[in-house]
């Protein structure tokens, strides 16, 4: 029987672990801050920016929301990264991605503090995590890690493979397992005989966005299974729903243990948010990393 992991229950731990830590900073006079940037009506991002505001207030932080027209400028929008950049009360500035074609990714994401930058998309932090330096991880890729540790302990010697290569979670993830001394292979849409590098694996990252990609013949029998993939198709009766890069019901048949779409690493990802929060803020002050807190130290 395959063991489900269980993201939503693991990210209310976190959250609980991250609140009792800013009771215990605010007690000495630091209110740790996150300003959330949307640009635009994506519905998707208007979602995910309520759920981060409402996860940041309920772990005692302070959430500053910015929410821009569609046409903003680039600009306006640096302008206004440069004033958080500068404000005291803000340790984390988060920009909602994707942003409105106008807008030159890069030059947003190079614009924010490193220190600030909560997500770790700064190249700065991205440089740091290479080299094994004291980076802000992405959250997604931090929330896998966490997940992996709790389900597996030691990492140390397992061949893992990562299902793609993009910048906020295949590499960096990547980065991450090497830290953690697995032998590490990263697959992607130009990789040949895919399935069999996938069947080599101890632990199957899939972050790729094809919905059920992963089949159980894929698998190598026990393997762990970190299914980073949102993809929303339609059922035989036409109504909608979300599934992942893995085909769960025939692929939980054979792994060791697998996460569940929704409910795995979705909530993980907004927990991490608050944890990269709260890094920064102790980082910003001067104080100690607590032990429990994972690849930060
Ligand atoms: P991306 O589009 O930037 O990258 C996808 C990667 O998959 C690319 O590197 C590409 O080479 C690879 N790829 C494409 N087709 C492939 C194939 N057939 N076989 C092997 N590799 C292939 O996507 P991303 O931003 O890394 O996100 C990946 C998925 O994870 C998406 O479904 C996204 O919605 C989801 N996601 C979820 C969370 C979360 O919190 N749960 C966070 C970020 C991304």
Same mark, same amino acid.
């Given at each position: 029987?395959? /063991? ?15 609140? +009792? ?25 208007? %979602? ?11 772990? &005692?932080?302070?959430? #500053? ?5 569609? +046409? ?18 803000? +340790?984390?500035?988060? %920009? ?7 807008? =030159? ?15 770790? #998309?700064?190249?700065? /932090? ?27 302990? =030691? ?5 893992? %493979?990562?299902? &793609? ?51 159980? +013949? ?20 036409? /109504?909608?729903?979300?599934?992942? =890069?893995? =085909? #769960? ?16 690493? &979705? ?12 890094? @920064? ?12 807190? @994972?690849?930060?130290?």
């Amino acid at each position: 029987m395959t /063991n489900i992991i269980d993201g939503k229950s693991i990210a209310a731990k976190l959250r609980s672990r991250i609140a +009792n830590e800013v009771e215990s900073l605010k007690q000495q006079g630091i209110h740790p801050g996150l300003a959330v940037i949307l640009v635009g009506d994506d519905p998707a991002s208007q %979602v995910y920016v309520r759920s981060k505001g409402k996860q940041t207030k309920e772990a &005692g932080m302070n959430s #500053f929301e910015y929410r821009l027209a569609d +046409n903003t400028p680039q600009e306006a929008l640096l302008e206004l990264i440069s004033k958080l950049n500068q404000d005291n009360s803000v +340790n984390g500035i988060l %920009v909602q991605l994707p942003l409105p074609r106008h807008i =030159d990714e890069e030059a947003i994401i190079n614009a924010i503090a490193p220190q600030k930058d909560v997500d770790g #998309f700064h190249p700065i /932090n991205i440089g740091l995590l290479s080299t094994g330096g004291k980076a802000t991880i992405p959250c997604t890729p931090l929330g896998c890690l966490m997940m992996l540790k709790d389900q597996l302990g =030691d990492l140390s010697g397992l061949k893992a %493979v990562v299902l &793609g290569r993009s910048n906020i979670v295949g590499k960096p993830m990547a980065s991450l397992l090497i830290k953690e001394n697995c032998t590490v292979t990263i697959a992607h849409s130009k990789t040949t005989c895919i399935e069999d590098e996938c069947r080599q694996a101890d632990i199957l990252i899939a972050a790729v966005g094809k919905p059920e990609l992963v089949k159980e +013949n894929w698998i190598k029998p026990g393997a762990t299974i970190i299914d980073v993939g949102i993809n929303r198709i339609k059922d035989t009766e036409n /109504n909608s729903k979300l599934v992942g =890069d893995v =085909d #769960f019901i025939n692929v939980s048949k054979k792994s060791g243990a697998i996460t569940p779409v929704p409910g795995g690493v &979705g909530p993980m990802t907004i927990a991490c948010l608050l944890l990269n929060t709260l890094t @920064i803020t102790l980082r910003q002050n001067n104080l100690s990393i607590p032990k429990w807190i @994972i690849n930060q130290e």
